[in-house]
């Protein structure tokens, strides 16, 4: 078949073109010796592709005559979004080129708000991360961390600057946690981030008072957590960090609604409680 022929490497050409859905799904149909596809990575791409996000960035498409040696996630994207998106299509590289393909290391959300010019990149990006994961796990069972699987580094960035108060929560967060190490500094920035829409002034003194302890009575919802916390650091408690996220709701739920709590706890199978 001429159109499978190995090309030699001087009949090597690049050009931009727009690939529709409908010439992704034929670009995939040789797509047989490729890595394992990634679903989440799929959705991930295709969110953006619906949402406007996706650019041509200079990254390729790489054929081999007919057959797809690099690309697959970005064409599956495509084909589940239903939107054309422009791309760089480079073909005529060689097969035995395909163990150096995808060598380099992977640019994090963190690194692509850091190039930005954000101050504290890293715990902003996860902080984002937590808010898509409760956002998204609101009455289920337990927080599911496959929730983010939209949080693309475009996606991350573009909430940053949609939601510049994201910073100040940072700040919160790196605030409690000089004060007290037993908490995890992006699941604060996250916290702090959702209960200030709910109440701003609320969450700043629901912060403050985790990360001093100061004056707090027994039965304040802020001493339990933090208590629970510093437990935790102990290895008095297991769970994962999920629920520590959880809990943090728990915690803030009660603080806001004047309940006292003295006993903080999430099992397997209990609801991601809706934050009051």
């Known amino acids: 078949n001429s159109e499978n022929k190995e090309p030699k490497h001087k009949t090597m050409k690049a050009e931009i073109r727009t690939i529709s859905p409908d010439a992704a799904k034929e670009m995939l149909r040789n797509n047989t010796n490729n890595r394992p596809v990634n679903k989440a990575t799929v959705r991930r791409y295709a969110s953006d592709m619906q949402s406007g996000r996706w650019a041509l960035n200079g990254e390729t498409i790489i ?11 970005r064409l599956m994207a495509c084909v589940a979004s239903g939107v054309s998106f422009q791309t760089i299509i480079v ?22 708000l850091a190039i930005a010019g954000i101050v504290n990149a890293t715990n902003a990006a996860a902080a984002i991360r937590w808010v898509r994961v409760v956002q998204n796990s609101d009455g289920k069972k337990s927080l599911n961390l496959g929730a983010s699987g939209a949080t693309t580094s475009a996606y991350t960035l573009q909430f940053y600057r949609d939601h510049p108060e994201m910073n100040d929560s940072c700040r919160m967060a790196q605030n409690v946690y000089t004060n007290c190490k037993a908490f995890v500094p992006s699941i604060l920035a996250a916290m ?17 008072g985790l990360g001093s302890g100061d004056g707090l009575a027994i039965g304040d919802p802020r001493l339990t957590l933090r208590n629970r916390m510093i437990e935790r650091g102990m290895k008095l408690h297991k769970e994962r960090t999920e629920w520590v996220a959880v809990l943090h709701i728990y915690a803030w739920n009660a603080f806001r609604e004047g309940r006292k709590l003295s006993k903080l706890s999430f099992r397997e199978g209990d609801l991601v409680p809706k934050i009051v």
């Open 91 to 112: 073909e005529g590289v060689a097969s035995e080129a395909f163990a150096t393909i995808d060598q380099g290391d992977k640019r994090t959300a963190g690194n692509v």
């Open 192 to 208: 702090h981030f959702l209960f200030a829409q709910k109440d701003k002034a609320l969450a700043d003194e629901f912060m403050n």
């Open 63 to 73: 054929m081999n005559g007919g057959k797809l040696l690099d690309g697959q996630h």
